[in-house]
C-alpha cells in the first residue's frame, strides 16, 4: 500500500489557456499539453488529492479545432480514474464553481459526463452568484484551491496567481509553449528564475531550495510525458504544507504558560500537523526569520496563513491584537481559551473552544477536532456583501 501522500485531501486548482495564434502554440506542443494534464490528474487521483475546477463553456481554436481551456480535459481525466482513489479522503472530490449561464454553456459532449459527476455526493457546487466575469469566478476558485498549477494563458493566469499568493498558497508555474514567453504561466515562471523571487512562488518544506525546483520543471522536448509527471509530483509533494498560525502566549514566566504549553504540546500540534497535514506556525523568536522585524514577520505570516488558533488565555493585548488582524481579514479563525478564563465582554459572546486541562489526551483532542470541524465552514465575521449583484 502506497504510504499516505502530502497531496492527500489537498485541493489542487489546474488552469490555463492556448492561445490561438498556432505559431507560438504549435498542435504538437498542445497535445503533448493535454496529454501531460491527463497523467499528472490520474497521479493526484491516486495520491488522494482532490480538486477545484470551473464549470463553463469549451471554446476551440479556429487552427485546428483543438480546445483552449483544460477544465474538461480535468473533469474527464477525474473519472476516467476515480477507481483508483483512496477510499478515506475526506471532503469532496472536487469543488465545481460555476456561475448561473454555466448550464447552458456546457459543451455537449460533455453533458453526460457532468449530469453524472453532478448527481454524486463526491462533488460540490459552489456558484459565482450572478456574476457571468471571470473575476468573481476566479475568486470563488482561488478561495477553495489550496495551490495553482498554471499553464499557458494571459492576464487571467497572473490574475488567479496573485490571488492564490496574497492568501499566502503556492503558484507552480510550468513553462510550456502555449502561450507568449511575456504573459500567464510562462511570465510567472521567468519571474521565478530570479532565485530571490523564486520564493514567492512557492516554498519547500524542510528548508528547500525552491529555485532548484524551479529550474527541475523546465522540462525540455525530449522528456517523456511520463517522465514530466514524476518531477512535477515530487515537487508538489515537496511544497511546504498549509499552515495554521498559533496565536497564544509566549511568555514563560506568566502563571498561565505552563498549561498553554501543555495544551499546544498535547492536543493541538498532534492534530494539526500529524492528522489534518498542516504545519502549525508559532512566532517566538527561535525561527528563522524571513523578516527583519519580527511585528513584521508575525503579521507577514499571520496574512498568508490558511487557518487561525487564536488561544487568548492569559489575556495578552498582543494575543487580541492578532486575533482582530485575523478576523479582519476574513481567516477562519477558532478562539481559544483555558475553560475558567477571564475573558472580555466581546470575546465571551463569539463561539469558542474552552478546553480543559483535565482528561485523557485523547478526549480533549476528540473535543479539539469537533470545534475544527466546526469553525472550517463558519463564515467571516463580516460577510463582505456587493453593492449590487
Not at 501522500?5 to 504538437?28: E, Q
Not at 523546465?218 to 499552515?243: G, N
Amino acid at each position: 500500500m502506497m504510504a499516505r501522500s502530502p497531496l492527500f485531501a489537498r485541493r489542487i486548482h489546474i488552469a490555463g489557456s492556448v492561445v490561438d495564434d498556432i505559431t507560438v502554440a504549435a498542435r504538437g506542443d498542445v497535445e503533448q499539453a493535454r496529454q501531460q494534464v491527463t497523467a499528472l490528474v490520474k497521479e493526484l487521483v491516486r495520491r488522494g488529492a482532490n480538486f477545484v475546477i470551473p464549470v463553463d463553456a469549451e471554446p476551440t481554436r479556429s487552427a485546428d479545432g483543438l480546445p483552449i481551456c483544460f477544465d474538461w480535459l480535468v473533469w474527464k481525466a477525474i473519472k476516467d480514474n476515480l477507481a483508483q482513489r483512496p477510499s478515506d479522503v475526506p471532503g469532496p472530490l472536487a469543488v465545481a464553481i460555476q456561475h448561473h449561464k454555466s448550464e447552458h454553456q456546457i459543451p455537449e459532449e460533455c453533458v453526460d459526463l457532468w449530469d453524472e459527476l453532478r448527481a454524486s455526493p463526491l462533488i460540490r457546487i459552489e456558484n459565482a452568484a450572478h456574476w457571468n466575469m471571470a473575476s468573481k469566478r476566479m475568486e470563488a476558485q482561488a478561495r477553495f484551491g489550496d495551490m495553482l498549477i498554471a499553464l499557458g494563458g494571459t492576464e487571467g493566469v497572473l490574475y488567479l496567481a496573485n490571488l492564490y499568493h496574497d492568501a499566502g498558497k503556492p503558484v507552480v508555474p510550468l513553462d510550456l509553449p502555449l502561450c507568449p514567453e511575456s504573459t500567464g504561466a510562462r511570465r510567472l515562471y521567468n519571474f521565478g528564475l530570479t532565485s530571490t523571487q523564486t520564493r514567492r512562488l512557492f516554498q519547500v518544506a524542510d528548508d528547500g531550495d525552491a529555485h532548484d525546483w524551479i529550474n527541475r520543471i523546465r522540462f525540455l522536448p525530449r522528456q517523456t510525458v511520463a517522465d514530466r509527471t514524476a518531477v512535477l509530483i515530487e515537487l508538489l509533494e515537496a511544497l511546504e504544507r498549509p499552515t495554521v498560525f498559533a496565536v497564544r502566549l509566549l511568555n514563560p514566566s506568566l502563571p498561565d504558560f505552563d498549561d498553554v504549553q501543555d495544551f499546544f504540546d498535547v492536543v493541538v500540534q498532534p492534530v494539526i500537523e500529524g492528522e489534518l497535514g498542516y504545519r502549525l506556525v508559532v512566532i517566538d523568536g527561535r525561527q528563522a526569520y524571513d523578516h527583519s522585524r519580527i511585528d513584521q514577520e508575525i503579521f507577514a505570516k499571520l496574512h498568508r496563513s490558511s487557518v487561525v488558533i487564536a488561544d487568548i488565555t492569559g489575556g495578552r493585548p498582543n494575543c487580541f491584537l492578532e486575533l482582530g488582524y485575523a478576523l479582519g481579514r476574513g481567516l477562519p479563525t477558532m478562539v481559544m481559551a483555558r475553560e475558567g478564563s477571564d475573558l472580555p465582554f466581546d470575546i465571551t459572546t463569539f463561539s469558542g473552544h474552552h478546553w480543559k486541562t483535565a482528561g485523557s489526551a485523547e478526549d480533549r483532542r476528540r473535543a479539539f477536532r469537533e470545534h475544527w470541524r466546526a469553525i472550517r465552514n463558519r463564515p467571516s465575521l463580516v460577510p463582505a456583501e456587493p453593492l449590487i449583484s
